[in-house]
Nanobody, 119 residues
């Protein structure tokens, strides 16, 4: 089992920045991919960015050039630096961890943190 706790959300004006953090605990060695997803009211949860165990990254087109995902394996932490925020980025942001096939390929989710961007 893996536990994930997000922090760093809040209210920011358009053009501003926020940094989200995700603290992982439990069976850390089982984790392969980690990522950030978001869900806006009335919309499906969508991928924002993912990072592999070898720091390979992938971003949604809507956040490329504005968001940066990173991980600190020594601290068991995942980060999302969000710059040039706009109202369309308003959503609940969720931290995700995907375990290696050896550990069943399970998906783990945090409780989410609200990001609100005002115009």
């Amino acid at each position: 089992q893996v536990q994930l706790v997000e922090s760093g959300g809040g209210l920011v004006q358009a053009g501003g920045s926020l940094r989200l953090s995700c603290a992982a605990s439990g069976n850390i060695v089982s984790i392969n991919l980690m990522g950030w997803y978001r869900q806006a009211p009335g919309k499906q949860r969508e991928l924002v960015a993912v990072i592999s165990s070898i720091d390979s990254t992938r971003y949604a087109d809507s956040v490329k050039g504005r968001f940066t995902i990173s991980r600190d394996n020594a601290k068991n932490a995942l980060y999302l630096q969000m710059n040039s925020l706009n109202p369309e980025d308003t959503a609940v942001y969720y931290c995700n961890a995907h375990s290696k096939p050896l550990y069943g390929g399970a998906n783990y989710w945090g409780q989410g943190t609200q990001v609100t961007v005002s115009s």
